[in-house]
């Protein structure tokens, strides 16, 4: 029976919130993968509890190596929409209807946009700078570059062409919206909880790897 929509889930980690996220994705959609990224305590034995298919390995290869391997998976299975969200709970699944509203109105290619409104405003510079140098790179329109929460088509996904293997996979989704000329549109979402985790070496990181994307394709 073909899938009309499936999640992807990396996770690393995640025992003690991954259970609810699956149980909430699942009112949505028709399958959930969760990519178990080499985590030392429960989390896949709590996700294949919850209901997810699971894709599980020992060594920790990072979200972009993860979300490719899920992606691979839910590709197979050919479905109509594919959503991705994070499995520590601050994609609240309950936009999902929004995302699959989106495509069905046409989108290729859907993103949540973050509020920044709790943000501290060295993070707020942050991404408000990203978002301007990725789209003066790659001319999307794309208003929150690192968000994670995103939903496209099967025929979009078998285009994608994702190369790295952690967190400048963000730079490649912008890249390839760009490539591909995608019809692009957003969700608005509010984010449940911040962690403040340092970010501002990452993001430099990730615009010299969209550069150099972009540079030597």
């Not at 980690?13 to 991954?18: N, V």
């Not at 993860?66 to 299975?77: E, N, P, Q, R, Y």
């Not at 990725?134 to 794309?142: A, D, G, Y």
Request: a positive charge; hydrophobic letters at 35%; aromatic letters at 12%.
């Amino acid at each position: 029976m073909k899938s009309k929509v499936i999640a992807v889930i990396a996770a690393y980690q995640e025992e003690k919130r991954i259970g609810n996220v699956i149980k909430e994705t699942k009112k949505y959609v028709d399958k959930v993968i969760v990519i178990d990224d080499g985590s030392t305590d429960k989390t896949a034995e709590v996700a294949k509890k919850s209901g997810a298919d699971v894709i599980s390995y020992e060594l920790n290869r990072g979200k972009g190596y993860a979300t490719k391997l899920g992606l691979v998976k839910a590709i197979s299975l050919k479905p109509q929409i594919i959503i991705l969200l994070d499995a520590d709970g601050q994609h609240n699944p309950n936009y999902i209807p929004s995302f699959i509203d989106a495509i069905k109105n046409g989108a290729d290619y859907v993103y949540g946009k973050r509020s920044f409104k709790n943000y501290p405003i060295n993070r707020k510079i942050g991404n408000w700078s990203l978002i301007i140098l990725t789209n003066l790179l790659c001319p999307t329109k794309i208003r929150d570059i690192e968000g994670g929460y995103r939903a496209f088509t099967y025929e979009v996904a078998k285009k994608l062409n994702l190369k790295s293997e952690r967190y400048e996979l963000e730079m490649d989704f912008a890249y390839e919206a760009w490539r591909n000329k995608l019809k692009i549109s957003y969700v608005e979402i509010k984010v449940p909880m911040y962690y403040p985790k340092p970010a501002t070496l990452r993001g430099f990181g990730n615009f010299s790897y969209l550069i150099r994307r972009r540079l030597l394709k």
